[in-house]
């Protein structure tokens, strides 16, 4: 792994989530209408369910407690995954104001899901920003010091249960090497690029191999090319 690894400072973390939530909310503020309804870069999810989703990110057991007993379908859910984006299609049915002020609330608090270390909460907002932005024609900056933690994260806790909510691209086999930060990861044919676009891909975002180099880069293109 990247061979400045270690448990990153809990006060940088927090700052950075702070910072994405800020850059966040700002850039929902300016879409329209239309653009709020358009498709985002997870399937199924349109850019306000993907906003929506963002404010779920400070729930405690009591909290999903409440939620299931307000909304006992959530429990025909099948599968995490299918839990998740069920819970942020009915939180999508606010007001616009009213989910970018939500987003915004979250600045400054410390409070995070159950189960999620920190790093998973800025790892979600940072994926999930460009999730909005990407499909919109948007430039949202990925700031290397924040894509950095949530790569290393990522990459650490990638099979365990949290691994499972991402689309899993065939990354073994592949070696992948920022550019613009100090993390390298893998055997084989290189990928590199912004370790940004580098937390695209392992969170299963095949359109970073749009910002990807290498000969590992184009073999991964080819593998995974649409049928």
Same mark, same amino acid.
Not at 193 to 208: C, D, E, N, S, Y
């Given at each position: 792994?990247?061979?400045?690894?270690?448990?990153?400072d809990?006060?940088?973390?927090?700052? %950075? =989530?702070?910072?994405?939530?800020?850059?966040?909310?700002?850039?929902?503020?300016?879409?329209?209408? %239309?653009?709020? %309804?358009?498709? *985002?870069?997870?399937?199924?999810?349109?850019?306000?369910?993907?906003?929506?989703?963002?404010?779920?990110?400070?729930?405690?057991?009591?909290?999903?407690?409440?939620? !299931?007993?307000?909304?006992?379908?959530? !429990? +025909?859910?099948?599968?995490l995954? +299918?839990?998740?984006?069920?819970?942020?299609?009915? %939180?999508?049915?606010?007001?616009?104001?009213?989910?970018?002020? +939500?987003?915004?609330?979250?600045?400054? *608090?410390?409070?995070?899901?159950?189960?999620?270390?920190?790093? @998973?909460?800025?790892?979600?907002?940072?994926?999930?920003?460009?999730?909005?932005?990407?499909?919109?024609?948007?430039?949202?900056?990925?700031?290397?010091?924040?894509?950095? =933690?949530? /790569?290393?994260?990522?990459?650490?806790?990638?099979?365990?249960?949290?691994?499972? /909510?991402?689309?899993?691209l065939?990354?073994?086999?592949?070696?992948?090497?920022?550019?613009?930060?100090?993390w *390298?990861?893998?055997?084989?044919?290189?990928?590199?690029?912004?370790? @940004?676009?580098?937390?695209?891909l392992?969170?299963?975002?095949? /359109?970073?191999?749009?910002?990807?180099? @290498?000969?590992?880069?184009?073999?991964?293109?080819?593998?995974?090319?649409?049928?």
């Amino acid at each position: 792994m990247r061979s400045d690894a270690g448990t990153p400072d809990l006060d940088v973390v927090w700052s %950075e =989530i702070d910072d994405q939530r800020l850059r966040t909310a700002a850039m929902l503020e300016g879409l329209t209408d %239309e653009q709020w %309804e358009q498709p *985002s870069l997870c399937e199924g999810w349109t850019v306000r369910h993907v906003a929506a989703h963002l404010t779920l990110q400070r729930q405690h057991l009591t909290d999903v407690v409440r939620l !299931l007993a307000h909304h006992p379908s959530l !429990l +025909r859910s099948h599968g995490l995954n +299918r839990m998740i984006h069920d819970s942020a299609v009915l %939180e999508a049915a606010r007001p616009t104001h009213e989910i970018i002020t +939500r987003i915004r609330s979250g600045i400054g *608090s410390r409070r995070h899901n159950s189960f999620i270390a920190p790093p @998973g909460t800025l790892s979600d907002s940072l994926v999930h920003a460009q999730d909005i932005a990407i499909p919109l024609g948007l430039d949202l900056e990925m700031r290397p010091t924040a894509a950095l =933690i949530a /790569v290393d994260h990522i990459w650490a806790t990638r099979k365990g249960w949290t691994g499972a /909510v991402f689309r899993q691209l065939p990354l073994e086999g592949y070696r992948l090497v920022a550019t613009d930060a100090r993390w *390298s990861v893998g055997t084989g044919p290189e990928i590199t690029g912004p370790v @940004g676009a580098l937390l695209l891909l392992v969170t299963g975002r095949r /359109v970073a191999l749009t910002w990807l180099q @290498g000969d590992g880069a184009a073999q991964l293109t080819m593998q995974t090319q649409p049928a």
